[in-house]
């Protein structure tokens, strides 16, 4: 795992099923102070999610999708729902994901091992 502008990133061989991945620029996250509802992603946001990204080795090209995943995905015990981040690389397929927090999940690869 790398830690890059306050977004942990790992790399994944391959995740080929994108299917509940929704595209970046119409992911939504909830708005915890205000119960039922949702905002957008900023750009400030996303720009440093792609750069985060880039740095780790990601070249740019696929769709960047966004997911809620449940707590038992972070590691330090979360205690709420939070967004990952995902985007399959065109070229080779490398799967790059980003968090906020650490994820739990020994089955991904850090991306720092793969510079």
């Known amino acids: ?29 909830p708005n ?16 440093s999610l792609r750069s985060a990204l880039t740095s780790c080795g990601w070249e740019g090209d696929g769709r960047l999708g966004g997911m809620m995943v449940p707590p038992f995905f972070s590691d330090q015990g979360y205690s709420g729902w939070f967004p990952i981040f995902h ?21 991904l690869n850090a991306a720092d091992r793969r510079r």
């Open 1 to 29: 795992m790398a830690a890059v502008n306050g977004f942990h990133v790992y790399s994944f061989e391959h995740d080929d099923d994108l299917r509940g991945w929704v595209p970046v620029e119409e992911f939504r996250v």
């Open 32 to 47: 915890w102070s205000k119960e039922g509802e949702e905002e957008p992603l900023t750009a400030e946001y996303i720009a």
């Open 87 to 107: 985007v399959k690389q065109s070229n080779n397929g490398t799967s790059w994901i980003a968090s906020e927090n650490p994820l739990g999940t020994d089955s």
